[in-house]
């Protein structure tokens, strides 16, 4: 069995680690040259996942025509760039899991809903869960949620690509798994500023659950299914990005909360920071339904440089006393 990943930042190397230690032949794309000879000759990934020695087995190529023999294809590259990538693939009648965490601006869709646009014949799969790549790159265990709607197709990826460390649980709710990844990012940023700011764990666990209320509503009025958005790829990968500086959004909500420049912060980074992208469009696609999402807001402003972190924090506190609700 052969299969492509498509993206070689921390996160596509990650899983075409898990990929190769099945006895996987694994062709991983990735966009820059250097990334591509060093992991061919040195057999690791020093940009994006350094320290972590790669399978042999792994080819990288920057040619995506490599990739035409797999039978089942993972894209793992920035949210923005999906539409792009997939624009140069064939996927027809093939596994599709699409692995990046982001809605597209512009658009307002999610990663699912942009690849039955650009590839209607592929079967459309997500893969998403609490999953830091270093971790699962050491083989640390990893539970992940991996929905498809066809419900045998999740079954038989989710069996495909299980380790003894790596454990998928099946779903066929694709749009839920979506939801809880590309939701969290933003929610990892104002946890962030809560510890850049010094305002202790009780509000960070505050945030935490009224963040997941936040999600939860906007979730179930696109549709998602309350247990995947309290399962894996939900509250999972909330707690876990809003609970430590290895998570890049949680590290540039710290530096927001310290005083930093947004602009400034993201120049300086190769690496992505979702939420930053995710912040603006989910904003607007929650105001499109009616969805009130006040942590969202806060975010937004942040970033968008209209009001500094005490301004924030003190808007969220100063709302209206209210039932404990959705
Ligand atoms: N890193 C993790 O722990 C992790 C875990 C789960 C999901 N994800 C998700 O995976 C996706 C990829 O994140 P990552 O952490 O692997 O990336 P990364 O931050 O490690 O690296 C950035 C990646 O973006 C790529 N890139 C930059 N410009 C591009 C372009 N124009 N076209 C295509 N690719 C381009 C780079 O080549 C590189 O692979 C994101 O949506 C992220 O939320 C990441
Ligand atoms: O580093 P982050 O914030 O992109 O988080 C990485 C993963 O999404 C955690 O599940």
Redesign the pocket.
Known sequence: MKIGIIGGGAWGTALAQVAAAGGEIVRLWALEPDVVAAINTGHENPVYLAGVPLAPSIQATGDLADLAGCDALLVVTPAQHVRAMLGGLNAAGKPLVLCS?GIEAGTQLLVSEVAAEVQPDAAIAVLS????AHEVAKGLPTAVTLACADEAMAAALSARLARPHFRPYASTDVIGAEIG?AVK?VL?IACGVVEGRGLGLNARAALIARGFAEMTRFGLAKGARAETLAGLSGLG?LV??CSST?????SLGKGLGEGRDAAVMMADRKTV??GAFTAPVLQQAARAIGVDMPVVDAVCALLAGQADAEAVVGALLSRPLRAESL
């Open positions: 965490k869960g609490p999953t830091f990844g990012n990892a990968d876990l990005t290895q998570s890049r959004n949680f920071a979702e």
